[in-house]
């Protein structure tokens, strides 16, 4: 009988923002704008690449899991450091700007946009016969998001944190992917845009993962990087 390996992969686990969804960086262009701070939209997701890095880095990693990353602390730091990257540092604008993020697009927030690279991902992992599923931090609305985008379809099943009751990086939350999986963790992986949240938890459930870096600003990490899903995914499936 052939040995069930750890190369023997049966389900891909997702992220959702910025891995299968993408951040409004055209609304946010459009904020600073109104308030004399024009920058393209581009300028924003560059600058996202770099803030996500230091949210975890100064934020997240230093908390251990004791910090959640749907707070709304967490999301003003989080814009907070977006802003800083593009060079926008006047207190007054960042209160502004977090207030309308704070607003904007209830209860959904600013991860509505499709990934491009997402369903070329998901059609490349069922072609292959593995089973993918979104495991997300969020606040009971990613399902709806993923519906509404057509990216529910694609997936066998979506965890919501607000919905679990437990968030990333807590291992329990991949224990139940796996469970409704039913595939050992040796037989799963993780995709996902946050070391500290996204692989150490993923890692400490016993499952390998792939660390998102669109911008190459993570530097050395002791994981497998990619700059988007699709990398990603082949990169996983590359190894089975």
Not at 94 to 99: E, G, P, T, Y
Not at 145 to 152: D, M, N, T
Not at 190 to 206: E, P
């Amino acid at each position: 009988m052939p040995s069930r390996s750890r190369h023997a992969l049966r389900a891909i686990f997702l992220d959702a923002g910025n891995t299968l969804l993408r951040m409004n960086y055209p609304a946010i262009a459009g904020a600073l704008a109104a308030r004399g701070h024009p920058v393209s939209p581009d300028d924003v997701q560059r600058a996202e690449w770099r803030a996500r890095v230091r949210l975890d880095t100064e934020v997240l990693a230093p908390a251990a899991g004791r910090v959640s990353t749907e707070s709304r602390a967490t999301g003003s730091r989080y814009v907070a450091l977006i802003l800083d990257e593009l060079g926008v540092r006047s207190p007054e604008v960042a209160a502004s700007i977090d207030a309308w993020r704070a607003s904007f697009n209830r209860p959904f927030g600013l991860f509505t946009l499709a990934e491009p690279a997402a369903a070329p991902a998901l059609r490349l992992a069922r072609e292959a016969g593995v089973a993918t599923a979104v495991i997300s931090n969020s606040n009971g609305t990613v399902r709806s998001v993923l519906e509404g985008l057509g990216i529910a379809p694609h997936v066998d099943f979506v965890l919501d944190s607000a919905e679990e009751g437990v968030e990333k990086p807590d291992p329990r939350i991949f224990a139940r992917a796996l469970e409704r999986a039913a595939v050992r963790a040796d037989e799963a992986a993780y995709v996902g845009d946050l070391y500290s949240i996204d692989v150490l938890g993923a890692r400490r459930a016993g499952l390998r993962s792939v660390l998102l870096d669109p911008g190459g600003h993570w530097g050395e990490r002791d994981c497998p990087v990619a700059p988007d899903v699709l990398a990603a995914v082949t990169l996983l499936l590359g190894g089975r």
